[in-house]
């Protein structure tokens, strides 16, 4: 262990305590390793926020929800416990959908009612841009389901990953085509 090392680990717990105490502590986050590479997971006191992956840079994430949110932003990690235990219960082929509570301020508008029926896409299923489209209530905006999966700001959870293209191509994805082939072989499986 380097020197010091656990009194800054004792310091930031103490430091974390009080501001969770004194409510200067808008947004928890922590990063954790997954089967489509490390998460970072934060949370507000409404609940989850913000899954981004990787290739998203967790850095400026944390910078855009500091501005969109608030810049009292702290690694707090056992506020995401639970998010942590389903993510590793789905991951495990143990958890079908997730019952954590979520915060849905970073979707707005059209984009946030394409995001509320994802979940109605059952796990192991997919549905095409011009279903979820259907269920959304605007069978045109076809193009619009595309970019709100794209912003879907809690992937996995919220399963953007499960909307393909009418010819039953994959389409893009937030984390990747890879992290998209692994979550829907994860759910075939």
């Known amino acids: 262990m380097i020197p010091g090392t656990e009194k800054m680990a004792d310091l930031h717990d103490r430091l974390a305590a009080a501001a ?3 409510g200067l502590l808008d947004i928890a986050y922590r990063t954790i390793d997954s089967p489509v590479g490390p998460l970072l997971l934060a949370a507000t006191e409404r609940g989850l926020v913000r899954v981004a992956y990787d290739r998203e ?3 400026a994430v944390l910078a855009q929800l500091a501005d969109k949110i608030s810049p ?3 690694h ?3 506020r995401l416990d639970l998010a942590v235990r389903e993510l590793d219960e789905y991951f495990a082929r143990t958890r079908r959908s ?3 509570p979520l915060d849905w301020r970073l979707a707005a508008g059209f984009r946030s009612a394409v995001l509320h029926h994802l979940p109605d896409i059952g796990y192991g299923q997919t549905a ?3 279903e979820v489209a259907v269920l959304a209530g605007s069978p045109k905006a076809v193009r619009a389901v595309g970019t709100a999966c794209a912003k879907n700001p809690l992937p996995v959870v919220v399963p953007c990953h499960r909307v393909v293209r009418s010819d039953g191509a994959m389409g893009g994805y937030l984390g990747g085509p890879q992290a998209k ?3 829907l072989d994860l759910e075939a499986a």
């Open 20 to 22: 969770l105490r004194d």
């Open 57 to 59: 840079d967790h850095d």
């Open 72 to 74: 009292r932003i702290l």
């Open 76 to 78: 707090e990690p056992g």
């Open 98 to 100: 997730f019952d954590l």
């Open 128 to 130: 095409s841009y011009a």
């Open 181 to 183: 082939r692994l979550l």
